[in-house]
């Protein structure tokens, strides 16, 4: 079954660091351009970070920049997104997402981060 599958989250205090990681199974995530969601409670979906299928171009949401990294292993099948500096507005249950052309699209279920003291 064609799927993402996230983990890492959890619950860091401000400051904190985590390393999220969405692994993809059923299909090969070498053609598909790779991003993390977010969204908080009460809030939309904010788009996190964004790469490329080679992983030569990021693009990360104002909010994140200089604190986020997002990157991938496409021989792992796997996307990764290393988040430094966490503040509590950061909290909120983070999403992966490969979509190819505009035409198909997987998420996964979402691991939950909680930024608190």
């Known amino acids: 079954q064609v799927r993402l599958v996230e983990s890492g989250g959890g619950l860091v205090q401000p400051g904190g660091s985590l390393r999220l990681s969405c692994a993809a199974h059923e299909f090969t995530i070498s053609n598909f351009f790779m991003s993390w969601y977010r969204q908080a409670p009460g809030k939309g979906r904010e788009l996190v970070a964004r790469i490329t299928t080679s992983g030569g171009t990021t693009n990360y949401a104002n909010s994140v920049k200089g604190r986020f990294t997002i990157s991938r292993d496409n021989a792992k099948n796997t996307m990764y997104l290393q988040m430094n500096s966490l503040k509590p507005d950061d909290t909120a249950v983070y999403l992966c997402?490969?979509?190819?052309?505009?035409?198909?699209?997987?998420w996964g279920q979402g691991t939950q981060v909680t930024v608190s003291s």
């Open positions: 997402n490969a979509e190819w052309s505009g035409v198909t699209s997987y």
